[in-house]
């Protein structure tokens, strides 16, 4: 395994000779095997080690005991160890984030002071060939393009992360840990399965694995290895492309072009010239610099709106964006005003899920059983208690009038309030404030976007219910 993680890191061109490199370990196997293996290469690699640890605050006695394994762990080496803390479930709640995305944003954050602080020149972490298997699939069951099935890359350069074990299996990493007789921790929240990525990996995978294909795993991330290099071809290509078919602005009357209002077009003579994987991807490309997020379906309709008999006509795309194609251009103009943007309204069954097209996301209500009130604080937003539930649920955007409850307030607050910059912490345009999502139950909002849902439908023990807003991938995402 060792020289197939020194092949890996060559063939990648991760580490080079004079780089300080900091491994991220966790105390669990995969980061515990990173920091062996590097030991074992850093003189071939002419690399200065050091170790870095984040504290996320989330499993108390726990998780500080992780970080004195660890500080022993570098100790025992004589590597010289950083550590770094800050509490992540406080901070997932002020931002408004699921937790595992709010631990990823702060200790990131630190990782990019080490590198400010000229500490490190790049940092190491464990993610290994099964995490790539993981990523790819959840994508899939999601819904992705090549873009989305390119999965974890070995080097982050923006971030200065690099993955040394991306194409080493899990089952590999344990039996070499075995073979030195070096322990490592174990996460007990590894082992949870309302989390999505552990039902993959502790259910859906194994059964693909015994019942499909043995090399499940590896075909996953084969894959992933051709996506990304596919996607790295294209982006040159769009960047081209786009530069001689796209323009900034629509024509006015007088033939100038009018930039007061955000508007791409493109030629359609040229577009239509090309096949219809590029076609695709450069009707991606002009929702992507519009901040527009297009599903497959919508990149169909522009298709079909590209046609000359479409000529005149106009298409709807989410959050407010809208198509038109006139005789020689196809044109997407930003978010129109407010009153230009429609009420929505769809039935939500529990469990069930449904794509919202006028946000561009899915909203899912995931049925949990509770064994009691310690399982409550992963979920920051707050489960539901689905006894106080009607069993179909309503998700449309708020009215006049509407009224919401938020925990840790002391009444209801007009949901127009509650969407002012000071309280969600951004300015929201007019399209977005008006198209804000809510959950109905009975006539009463029981969840809102960027809220916690309100103590009165808290759930405390047995069946809850789990809201949970997922953005909707477009093709090539």
Same mark, same amino acid.
């Not at 379906?297 to 194609?325: N, T």
């Not at 009153?339 to 939500?348: G, M, R």
């Not at 969840?447 to 093709?475: C, D, H």
């Given at each position: 395994?060792?020289?197939?993680?020194?092949?890996?890191?060559?063939?990648?061109?991760?580490?080079?000779?004079?780089?300080?490199?900091? $491994?991220?370990?966790?105390?669990?196997?995969?980061?515990?095997?990173?920091?062996?293996?590097?030991?074992?290469?850093?003189?071939?690699?002419?690399?200065?080690?050091?170790?870095?640890?984040? !504290?996320?605050?989330?499993?108390?006695?726990?998780?500080?005991?992780?970080?004195?394994f660890v500080s022993n762990l570098a100790h025992q080496f004589d590597?010289?160890?950083?550590? +770094?803390?800050?509490?992540?479930?406080?901070?997932?709640?002020?931002?408004? $984030?699921?937790?595992?995305?709010?631990?990823?944003?702060?200790?990131?954050?630190?990782?990019?002071?080490?590198? &400010?602080?000229?500490?490190?020149?790049?940092?190491?972490?464990?993610?290994?060939?099964?995490?790539?298997?993981?990523?790819?699939?959840?994508?899939?069951?999601?819904?992705?393009?090549?873009?989305?099935?390119? +999965?974890?890359?070995?080097?982050?350069?923006?971030?200065?992360?690099?993955?040394?074990?991306?194409?080493?299996?899990?089952?590999?990493?344990?039996?070499?840990?075995?073979?030195?007789?070096?322990?490592?921790?174990?996460?007990?929240?590894?082992?949870?399965?309302?989390?999505?990525?552990? &039902?993959?990996?502790?259910?859906?995978?194994?059964?693909?694995?015994?019942?499909? !294909?043995?090399?499940?795993?590896?075909?996953?991330?084969?894959?992933?290895?051709?996506?990304?290099?596919?996607?790295?071809?294209?982006?040159?290509?769009?960047?081209?492309?786009?530069?001689?078919?796209?323009?900034?602005?629509?024509?006015?009357?007088?033939?100038?072009?009018?930039?007061? &209002?955000?508007?791409?077009?493109?030629?359609?003579?040229?577009?239509?010239?090309?096949?219809?994987?590029?076609?695709?991807?450069?009707?991606?490309?002009?929702?992507?610099?519009?901040?527009?997020?297009?599903?497959?379906?919508?990149?169909?309709?522009?298709?079909?709106?590209?046609?000359?008999?479409?000529?005149?006509?106009?298409?709807?795309?989410?959050?407010?964006?809208?198509?038109?194609?006139?005789?020689?251009?196809?044109?997407?103009?930003?978010?129109?005003?407010?009153?230009?943007?429609?009420?929505?309204?769809?039935?939500?069954?529990?469990?069930?899920?449904?794509?919202?097209?006028?946000?561009?996301?899915?909203?899912?209500?995931?049925?949990?059983t509770l064994a009691g009130a310690e399982e409550l604080s992963g979920?920051?937003?707050?489960?539901?208690?689905?006894?106080?539930?009607?069993?179909?649920?309503?998700?449309? !955007?708020?009215?006049?009038?509407?009224?919401?409850?938020?925990?840790?307030?002391?009444?209801?607050?007009?949901?127009?309030?509650?969407?002012?910059?000071?309280?969600?912490?951004?300015?929201?345009?007019?399209?977005?404030?008006?198209?804000?999502?809510?959950? $109905?139950?009975?006539?009463?909002?029981?969840?809102?976007?960027?809220?916690?849902?309100?103590?009165?439908?808290?759930?405390?023990?047995?069946?809850?219910?789990?809201?949970?807003?997922?953005?909707?991938?477009?093709?090539?995402?």
């Amino acid at each position: 395994m060792i020289e197939k993680v020194h092949r890996y890191i060559r063939e990648q061109g991760l580490i080079v000779p004079g780089d300080r490199v900091s $491994v991220a370990v966790s105390g669990g196997a995969d980061s515990v095997a990173l920091l062996r293996l590097l030991l074992e290469l850093r003189q071939e690699l002419g690399a200065v080690l050091t170790v870095a640890h984040f !504290n996320h605050q989330i499993r108390g006695a726990e998780a500080d005991a992780d970080q004195h394994f660890v500080s022993n762990l570098a100790h025992q080496f004589d590597l010289e160890f950083y550590s +770094g803390s800050a509490d992540a479930p406080a901070y997932a709640r002020q931002q408004k $984030v699921s937790l595992e995305t709010g631990a990823r944003e702060l200790r990131h954050t630190w990782f990019g002071q080490l590198i &400010r602080e000229a500490k490190t020149d790049k940092i190491a972490t464990a993610h290994t060939q099964d995490d790539q298997a993981e990523t790819v699939l959840m994508r899939i069951l999601r819904g992705t393009g090549t873009r989305g099935l390119a +999965g974890i890359s070995p080097w982050q350069r923006q971030k200065s992360l690099i993955r040394p074990l991306l194409a080493v299996p899990r089952a590999e990493i344990e039996e070499y840990l075995n073979r030195l007789g070096q322990p490592w921790r174990e996460d007990s929240s590894n082992k949870d399965l309302h989390h999505a990525r552990n &039902r993959i990996r502790h259910e859906l995978l194994p059964v693909l694995q015994r019942d499909y !294909n043995p090399s499940v795993r590896q075909i996953l991330a084969d894959l992933a290895e051709v996506a990304r290099e596919e996607e790295a071809y294209w982006e040159k290509e769009m960047t081209g492309l786009a530069a001689r078919l796209m323009r900034v602005g629509r024509p006015s009357r007088s033939g100038r072009s009018n930039r007061q &209002r955000a508007t791409l077009a493109l030629d359609l003579a040229a577009m239509q010239s090309l096949p219809v994987a590029v076609q695709r991807r450069l009707l991606r490309a002009m929702g992507e610099k519009l901040g527009a997020t297009l599903e497959f379906k919508h990149i169909q309709e522009l298709l079909a709106l590209a046609q000359p008999k479409a000529c005149g006509k106009e298409l709807q795309l989410p959050a407010g964006f809208v198509a038109q194609r006139s005789l020689r251009e196809l044109q997407i103009s930003g978010r129109r005003e407010m009153e230009e943007a429609h009420d929505y309204s769809y039935p939500l069954g529990v469990p069930g899920q449904v794509t919202v097209t006028e946000l561009g996301t899915t909203i899912r209500a995931q049925v949990l059983t509770l064994a009691g009130a310690e399982e409550l604080s992963g979920y920051n937003s707050g489960l539901l208690d689905r006894a106080l539930l009607s069993p179909e649920l309503t998700v449309r !955007n708020w009215r006049a009038g509407d009224r919401f409850f938020p925990a840790h307030t002391r009444s209801p607050k007009k949901v127009k309030e509650l969407l002012q910059a000071g309280r969600l912490g951004h300015e929201l345009s007019a399209v977005e404030r008006r198209i804000w999502p809510v959950i $109905v139950s009975a006539g009463e909002i029981i969840w809102m976007r960027g809220y916690p849902a309100p103590q009165a439908f808290a759930a405390k023990s047995g069946e809850a219910v789990l809201i949970e807003e997922l953005r909707t991938t477009s093709e090539g995402t």
